[in-house]
């Protein structure tokens, strides 16, 4: 039992420095790891009440780092469509540059 707290406690503290850091990969990566765990859990002993409060735990943070996720997301599609509102402005002024380094002197 005390290996399922360690693994569970272990997934929760992963989970939270990859979304601290915005490290998404790693966080995809960790997820399928926990997607894995419950799967064998579900297949084992029951939970005593110690792993319950951990995947209890492990939920909160899987869920803080959704939510995490989907804000990042969220302002890269804002951006991403600044962007795209702007393209037209930002290509003449890269054409200008260009044609002022082409220019002969």
Request: glycine residues 4%.
């Amino acid at each position: 039992m005390a290996k399922r707290l360690d693994v569970l406690a272990a997934l929760a503290t992963r989970l939270r420095a990859a979304t601290a850091a915005r490290q998404w990969v790693a966080v995809g990566r960790i997820d399928s790891e926990i997607a894995a765990l419950l799967a064998a859990l579900q297949k084992g002993c029951p939970l005593s009440s110690g792993e319950r409060q951990a995947v209890d735990a492990l939920e909160s943070m899987h869920r803080m780092a959704r939510e995490s996720c989907a804000e990042d997301a969220a302002r890269l599609e804002r951006r991403l469509t600044e962007m795209c509102a702007h393209r037209d402005g930002w290509m003449a002024y890269a054409m200008a540059d260009y044609e002022l380094w082409e220019r002969p002197a």
